[in-house]
Protein backbone atom coordinates (compact mmCIF):
# COMPACT_ATOMS: atom_id res chain seq x y z
CA UNK A 1 0.00 0.00 0.00
CA UNK A 2 1.11 3.61 -1.07
CA UNK A 3 0.01 6.30 1.32
CA UNK A 4 -1.91 9.07 -0.76
CA UNK A 5 -1.49 12.68 0.94
CA UNK A 6 -4.46 15.00 -0.72
CA UNK A 7 -4.53 18.61 -0.22
CA UNK A 8 -6.26 21.48 -1.79
CA UNK A 9 -9.62 21.15 -1.64
CA UNK A 10 -11.98 24.19 -0.30
CA UNK A 11 -15.44 25.70 -1.40
CA UNK A 12 -15.47 28.40 -4.09
CA UNK A 13 -18.18 29.92 -6.01
CA UNK A 14 -18.65 29.50 -9.68
CA UNK A 15 -16.40 30.36 -12.39
CA UNK A 16 -13.53 29.88 -9.72
CA UNK A 17 -10.57 27.88 -9.26
CA UNK A 18 -8.60 25.22 -7.23
CA UNK A 19 -5.74 23.01 -7.66
CA UNK A 20 -5.80 20.01 -5.69
CA UNK A 21 -2.38 18.28 -5.10
CA UNK A 22 -1.50 14.42 -4.34
CA UNK A 23 1.72 13.54 -2.69
CA UNK A 24 3.02 10.04 -2.71
CA UNK A 25 6.26 10.02 -1.01
CA UNK A 26 6.44 6.61 -0.05
CA UNK A 27 6.33 5.37 -3.42
CA UNK A 28 9.29 4.28 -5.53
CA UNK A 29 7.72 2.34 -8.28
CA UNK A 30 7.99 5.02 -11.72
CA UNK A 31 5.83 3.37 -13.73
CA UNK A 32 2.55 4.05 -12.39
CA UNK A 33 -1.38 5.83 -12.99
CA UNK A 34 -2.06 8.49 -10.57
CA UNK A 35 -4.99 10.83 -10.84
CA UNK A 36 -8.36 11.38 -9.21
CA UNK A 37 -11.58 10.27 -8.83
CA UNK A 38 -14.76 11.71 -7.57
CA UNK A 39 -18.19 11.63 -5.95
CA UNK A 40 -21.29 13.68 -5.27
CA UNK A 41 -23.71 12.84 -2.80
CA UNK A 42 -26.04 10.30 -4.37
CA UNK A 43 -23.90 9.90 -6.96
CA UNK A 44 -21.89 6.77 -8.41
CA UNK A 45 -18.00 7.57 -8.27
CA UNK A 46 -16.31 8.56 -11.39
CA UNK A 47 -12.87 9.02 -12.64
CA UNK A 48 -11.68 12.09 -13.43
CA UNK A 49 -8.21 12.65 -15.07
CA UNK A 50 -5.24 10.11 -14.88
CA UNK A 51 -1.89 10.66 -15.59
CA UNK A 52 0.57 7.86 -16.72
CA UNK A 53 4.11 8.82 -14.65
CA UNK A 54 6.51 7.38 -17.28
CA UNK A 55 5.09 9.29 -20.45
CA UNK A 56 3.23 11.99 -18.62
CA UNK A 57 0.14 11.21 -20.87
CA UNK A 58 -3.10 11.78 -19.68
CA UNK A 59 -7.22 11.03 -19.64
CA UNK A 60 -9.90 13.40 -18.21
CA UNK A 61 -13.59 12.92 -18.43
CA UNK A 62 -15.80 14.39 -21.01
CA UNK A 63 -17.37 16.43 -18.35
CA UNK A 64 -14.00 18.72 -17.16
CA UNK A 65 -11.92 18.67 -20.71
CA UNK A 66 -10.80 22.26 -21.01
CA UNK A 67 -11.32 23.07 -17.63
CA UNK A 68 -9.35 20.82 -15.56
CA UNK A 69 -5.63 20.16 -16.20
CA UNK A 70 -3.42 17.11 -14.30
CA UNK A 71 -0.04 17.22 -14.35
CA UNK A 72 2.95 16.01 -12.31
CA UNK A 73 6.44 16.35 -10.39
CA UNK A 74 7.94 13.49 -10.24
CA UNK A 75 10.87 14.69 -8.43
CA UNK A 76 7.82 15.30 -5.40
CA UNK A 77 6.06 11.92 -6.22
CA UNK A 78 2.77 14.36 -6.35
CA UNK A 79 0.55 15.17 -8.82
CA UNK A 80 -1.75 18.38 -9.06
CA UNK A 81 -5.27 18.57 -10.95
CA UNK A 82 -5.76 22.40 -11.76
CA UNK A 83 -9.36 22.76 -11.96
CA UNK A 84 -10.89 26.02 -13.57
CA UNK A 85 -13.92 27.18 -14.57
CA UNK A 86 -15.51 25.17 -11.87
CA UNK A 87 -18.86 24.80 -11.60
CA UNK A 88 -21.94 23.54 -8.98
CA UNK A 89 -22.02 20.18 -10.64
CA UNK A 90 -18.43 19.76 -9.87
CA UNK A 91 -18.84 19.65 -5.89
CA UNK A 92 -17.40 16.30 -4.54
CA UNK A 93 -15.25 14.40 -2.60
CA UNK A 94 -12.00 13.86 -4.63
CA UNK A 95 -9.79 10.90 -4.55
CA UNK A 96 -6.07 10.74 -5.02
CA UNK A 97 -5.66 6.94 -6.70
CA UNK A 98 -2.56 5.80 -7.56
CA UNK A 99 -2.31 2.10 -9.32
CA UNK A 100 0.46 0.16 -10.98
CA UNK A 101 1.80 -0.66 -14.34
CA UNK A 102 0.57 2.69 -15.83
CA UNK A 103 -2.60 4.14 -17.16
CA UNK A 104 -4.55 2.74 -20.80
CA UNK A 105 -7.25 3.82 -22.38
CA UNK A 106 -9.83 0.91 -21.92
CA UNK A 107 -9.18 1.46 -18.27
CA UNK A 108 -8.08 4.77 -16.52
CA UNK A 109 -11.40 4.91 -15.34
CA UNK A 110 -11.92 2.14 -13.78
CA UNK A 111 -11.77 2.67 -9.84
CA UNK A 112 -11.41 -1.40 -9.42
CA UNK A 113 -8.19 -1.36 -10.58
CA UNK A 114 -6.65 1.49 -8.20
CA UNK A 115 -5.22 -0.42 -5.25
CA UNK A 116 -4.73 2.58 -3.46
CA UNK A 117 -6.98 5.67 -2.12
CA UNK A 118 -6.53 9.28 -0.33
CA UNK A 119 -8.43 10.19 2.60
CA UNK A 120 -10.30 12.18 0.03
CA UNK A 121 -10.73 16.36 0.00
CA UNK A 122 -14.22 18.20 -0.49
CA UNK A 123 -14.41 20.33 -3.32
CA UNK A 124 -17.77 22.81 -2.69
CA UNK A 125 -19.04 24.84 -5.76
CA UNK A 126 -21.47 27.36 -5.38
CA UNK A 127 -23.67 29.38 -8.04
Known amino acids: QVKLEESGGGSVQAGGSLRLSCAAP????????MGWFRQAPGKDREGVAT????????YSAASVKGRFTISQDNAKNTVYLQMNSLKPEDTAMYYC????????????????????WGQGTQVTVSS
Open 97 to 116: VLKSLGCYSDSWSSQYLFEN
Open 51 to 58: INTVTGFS
Open 26 to 33: GNTNRNVC
